[in-house]
């Protein structure tokens, strides 16, 4: 069995000015990957300087929004970090909310599901003719590409096209994932392992089988709550108390408190959303309800948590980079631990 790879996000604030020495640290820690989301800043610019300032280190985005941009555009921005990179770039793509799509973006929201296989398909019809120069000849239910003059190609990489991966909740989109994309990032409200084992895995499981292939790679995200001593993890749960509460808001992102009996919590936290009582979200997660859905501990305690909860069920793990870099040695101790931890097998076709 494979052992586990290591993932860090870099945080949602951090733009181009602090990202490239954030990333060199969490590649001196001894992470395989980092995490570039779309929050605030352009995640192809921050993805593009990160990858400047490391030298070993995969960068992934997780996640770009596909539905505001073409296809074309999301490839060539792909192409362009995947070359300059020497393969190190992979393109974490999804659908995000409609009120987020619509409400933010003014863009069109129709059939996330299909849209979004429909969009990967077209990136690898893309891809595929930056590569080979042949002719673009690409139609679905969302998309058509039928032009793409020499003048316009970018050219062959010499290696193979970004990895595509995305990420989801419900387990239409899980199943079309298993089916198309060749990772899976999972949402932090669809971790925890009761979750992975009872809705997300055999949703993967569902896609991959129609078309005869293995289960994609599997990137745990559950917002992991470690330091140094016992008070400094207790010092972490208001930060992720916040954080929980904002996504749990979101009826889309429920189905882990309903899987735990809390679906009341989901509901109150929806209405507060409503209200835009933001402020107030945190208060109805309860440190019992944080303990149910959060892995925590200190760093010498937490490989023996992970293990626990997720040996055998995800090929990834992320973790967050310590805030004190005084803590560095102890982490990469822990990394060390973390990464004998035995993964799930990965997809090999």
Same mark, same amino acid.
């Given at each position: 069995m494979s052992t586990m790879e290591l993932v860090t996000s870099a945080p949602a604030t951090m733009g181009p000015g602090e990202i490239g020495p954030w990333a060199a640290r969490a590649e001196r820690l001894g992470f395989d990957v980092i995490h570039i989301s779309e929050t605030i800043h352009d995640p192809f610019t921050v993805a593009a300087l990160a990858l400047q300032s490391t030298e070993r280190v995969t960068v992934r985005t997780s996640m770009v929004l596909a539905f505001p941009r073409s296809p074309m555009i999301t490839a060539y921005a792909a192409w362009d970090l995947a070359?300059?990179?020497?393969?190190?770039?992979?393109?974490?793509?999804?659908?995000?909310?409609?009120?987020?799509?619509?409400?933010?973006?003014?863009?069109?929201?129709?059939?996330? @599901?299909?849209?979004?296989?429909?969009?990967?398909?077209?990136?690898?019809?893309?891809f595929a003719c930056f590569q080979s120069g042949?002719?673009?000849?690409?139609?679905?239910?969302?998309?058509?590409?039928?032009?793409?003059?020499?003048?316009?190609?970018?050219?062959?990489?010499?290696?193979?096209?970004?990895?595509?991966?995305?990420?989801?909740?419900?387990?239409?989109?899980?199943?079309?994932?298993?089916?198309?994309?060749?990772?899976?990032?999972c949402h932090p409200t669809n971790s925890h392992p009761v979750v992975l084992r009872s809705r997300t895995l055999p949703a993967l499981a569902e896609g991959a089988a129609r078309i005869g292939r293995g289960q994609p790679a599997v990137v745990a995200n559950p917002h992991v709550m470690t330091a140094a001593t016992r008070d400094a993890v207790?010092?972490?749960?208001?930060?992720?108390?916040?954080?929980?509460?904002?996504?749990?808001?979101?009826?889309?992102?429920?189905?882990?408190?309903?899987d735990f009996g809390?679906?009341?919590?989901?509901?109150?936290?929806?209405?507060?959303?409503?209200?835009?009582?933001?402020?107030?979200?945190?208060?109805?997660?309860?440190?019992?309800?944080?303990?149910?859905?959060?892995?925590?501990?200190?760093?010498?305690?937490?490989?023996e @948590?992970?293990?626990?909860?997720?040996?055998?069920?995800?090929?990834?793990?992320?973790?967050?980079?310590?805030?004190?870099?005084?803590?560095d040695d102890s982490f990469?101790?822990?990394?060390?631990?973390?990464?004998?931890?035995?993964?799930?097998?990965?997809n090999s076709s």
């Open positions: 070359k300059y990179s020497g393969g190190r770039f992979q393109l974490g793509i999804a659908s995000q909310v409609r009120g987020n799509i619509v409400g933010r973006f003014s863009a069109q929201w129709s059939e996330p @599901v299909a849209r979004l296989a429909d969009y990967i398909r077209a990136l690898r019809a893309i042949a002719k673009l000849d690409y139609t679905g239910p969302h998309y058509r590409f039928e032009r793409l003059q020499p003048y316009f190609n970018p050219g062959p990489l010499d290696h193979p096209a970004p990895q595509i991966w995305t990420g989801a909740v419900n387990a239409r989109m899980c199943a079309m994932a298993g089916e198309l994309a060749d990772g899976f990032v207790d010092a972490l749960r208001e930060q992720r108390r916040s954080e929980l509460a904002f996504l749990y808001s979101t009826p889309a992102y429920r189905r882990q408190l309903e809390l679906s009341g919590v989901g509901a109150a936290l929806s209405a507060m959303a409503h209200r835009s009582e933001w402020d107030d979200l945190p208060t109805v997660l309860t440190d019992e309800v944080m303990n149910q859905l959060v892995p925590q501990g200190t760093y010498d305690e937490i490989p @948590v992970l293990s626990r909860w997720y040996s055998g069920l995800c090929t990834g793990i992320n973790l967050p980079v310590p805030a004190d870099e005084t803590d990469r101790a822990l990394l060390g631990a973390c990464r004998q931890i035995p993964a799930a097998e990965r």
